[in-house]
């Protein structure tokens, strides 16, 4: 599948370009404001052409679809022409950068017909799907609690663009393996305007219980991202998004991590975090028209979802 790219910072950079390969995507084409830098990342990366502006991309034709990763608020004036255009598009998370802008691209996007899919890869790395399929066996009984541990280092600025940037990725686990919250309860604590430690209190829909440990006063290098379900008399648990853990009432713990020793694509890095079999499903949806895993209705309960724990934050 032919594909241009909007977008040329440091996460594009180091997790999207690298996984396009793998997952069976050809680069065409990059988009940057600067043209200088949309250059340099298409000869890095193989693409044939460039462009500083969408209107080009477009008019150049030659592609399948479109991918797009740029500051949150920038996505709607970007994919909108990219929907009037007839291209499938794949944004990174949350998608915009409101939920009414989201509600306008989903709008847009059933209007036109055009699938857009919302980059919430940790539901397609590895350790998540086996939790996933363990959580949703017959013997496991209920989803009854989950708890998430989400903490980072310092850098994602105000309150607002930290929640809708980075802990949504913990929220739309959350939504993934324990269904829609009904309710949110929060405390914040502020230590500077780039350091903010938060605690959830979540009732799902189901009657499930969970609790929610986010923040920015953590480090990059330490255990980073935990999640725990529990079922009945049963549980899962994933660590730094590679290590699962599935335990029964009685008997042996089963522990499923890569083996990184192995230079295969399961364990690759990109493969591993959900980058690879993410877009590779979104090759899917565009050529095969598959249902999309992570569509734009379901990143706008992702990013509802945030709204009500920043209402929650007061």
């Known amino acids: ?80 022409p990219l929907l009037d255009a007839g291209l499938p598009v794949f944004c990174e998370k949350p998608g915009a950068g409101s939920l009414e802008q989201l509600e306008r691209i989903d709008a847009e996007s059933n209007a036109a017909g055009v699938p857009v899919m919302v980059g919430y890869m940790k539901r397609f790395a590895r350790a998540y799907r086996v939790a ?17 541990k989400f903490l980072m280092g310092p850098g994602f600025g105000s309150l607002r663009n930290y929640v809708i940037d980075n802990p949504v990725h913990a929220l739309d686990l959350m939504r993934f393996l324990g269904g829609e919250v009904a309710e949110v309860q929060a405390r914040y604590l502020r230590l500077d305007d780039t350091k903010h430690a938060l605690s959830l209190l979540l009732a799902f829909e189901s009657g499930a219980v ?19 379900v529990v079922g009945e008399e049963h549980s899962v648990t994933v ?10 009432p009685r008997g042996p713990v089963e522990v499923d991590r890569p083996s990184y020793t192995v230079p295969l694509t399961p364990n690759l890095t990109g493969t591993v975090m959900g980058f690879v079999p993410e877009l590779a499903h979104f090759k899917a949806v565009v050529l095969d028209g598959v249902p999309c895993k992570s569509d734009i209705a379901s990143a706008r309960k992702t990013l509802a979802l945030a709204e009500q724990v920043l209402s929650a934050l007061g």
């Open 1 to 80: 599948m032919r594909v241009g790219f909007i977008g040329c910072g440091r996460h594009a950079t180091t997790a999207l370009y690298p996984s396009l390969r793998p997952a069976g995507l050809e680069l065409v084409a990059t988009c940057a404001r600067r043209f200088d830098r949309a250059e340099q990342i298409a000869k890095a990366f193989g693409a044939a052409r460039a462009y500083d502006n969408v209107t080009a991309l477009i008019a150049g034709g030659d592609l399948d679809a479109v991918l797009v990763a740029l500051p949150p608020e920038a996505y709607l004036e970007v994919i909108l």
């Open 132 to 148: 996933s399929d363990f959580s949703r066996r017959d013997d496991f009984g209920r989803v009854t609690s989950i708890h998430c």
């Open 210 to 228: 969970g609790t929610a440990q986010l923040g920015t006063t953590g480090s990059f290098f330490q255990e980073n991202e935990l999640l725990e």
């Open 239 to 248: 660590t730094n998004v590679d290590t699962v853990v599935c335990r029964r």
